[in-house]
T-cell receptor
Framework: NAGVTQTPKFRILKIGQSMTLQCTQDMNHNYMYWYRQDPGMGLKLIYYSVGAGITDKGEVPNGYNVSRSTTEDFPLRLELAAPSQTSVYFC??????????????FGEGSWLTVV | GQQLNQSPQSMFIQEGEDVSMNCTSSSIFNTWLWYKQEPGEGPVLLIALYKAGELTSNGRLTAQFGITRKDSFLNISASIPSDVGIYFCAGLETSGSRLTFGEGTQLTVNP
């Protein structure tokens, strides 16, 4: 089972460059999320989407953009990369968001370094 | 956003000992999730809790959803070296669309 797939796994960017982290899920989940995790810290929500065509900001959206043109895909774009965006990025998805039976599944992470 | 306080930040224990960690929040959550993260990997779901007071086990792991809906704990019994990792609690807020994470508990198990 593929689950949540993120690419690339590792990337080094120069300051000011742009890039897109790809995320796709094959579970037909409505909800998708992007988190970042800094060393020794918990996960911070960047953006999330409750369905195709709908996106919302999380805790730390500055410097990022997302789109959700299909149920399966939720790419995260970094415009004008900055050293502060050096982090591990996790994409996640869930079928429904609610108190009955919802769980959230994560991809394996994308390690991004901005130099 | 909502804040989760997870404690302890780190634990160093001997193999065979029991472990307990907890999370508290100033706000109510509808769902509590416990994840384990190993180096270089994404978080893996261990236990999900959906009702206040719920006590759920998964092998040597036991977790409870606090009655007030503002806290949860995770116990690991008879720890083994492969339990090493970072354990995160996460709460799903009442709107159901955002998952907030604790800062994690780094567990080290000495053989």
């Amino acid at each position: 089972n593929a689950g949540v797939t993120q690419t690339p796994k590792f990337r080094i960017l120069k300051i000011g460059q742009s890039m897109t982290l790809q995320c796709t899920q094959d579970m037909n989940h409505n909800y998708m999320y992007w988190y970042r995790q800094d060393p020794g810290m918990g996960l911070k929500l960047i953006y999330y989407s409750v369905g195709a065509g709908i996106t919302d900001k999380g805790e730390v959206p500055n410097g990022y953009n997302v789109s959700r043109s299909t149920t399966e895909d939720f790419p995260l774009r970094l415009e004008l990369a900055a050293p502060s965006q050096t982090s591990v990025y996790f994409c996640a998805s869930s079928r429904v968001a609610g108190p009955n039976g919802n769980t959230i599944y994560f991809g394996e992470g994308s390690w991004l370094t901005v130099v | 956003g909502q804040q989760l306080n997870q404690s302890p930040q780190s634990m160093f224990i001997q193999e065979g000992e029991d472990v307990s960690m907890n999370c508290t929040s100033s706000s109510i959550f509808n769902t509590w999730l416990w994840y384990k993260q190993e180096p270089g990997e994404g978080p893996v779901l261990l236990i999900a809790l959906y009702k206040a007071g719920e006590l759920t086990s998964n092998g040597r792991l036991t977790a409870q959803f606090g009655i007030t809906r503002k806290d949860s704990f995770l116990n690991i019994s008879a720890s083994i070296p492969s339990d090493v990792g970072i354990y995160f609690c996460a709460g799903l807020e009442t709107s159901g669309s955002r998952l907030t994470f604790g800062e994690g508990t780094q567990l080290t198990v000495n053989p």
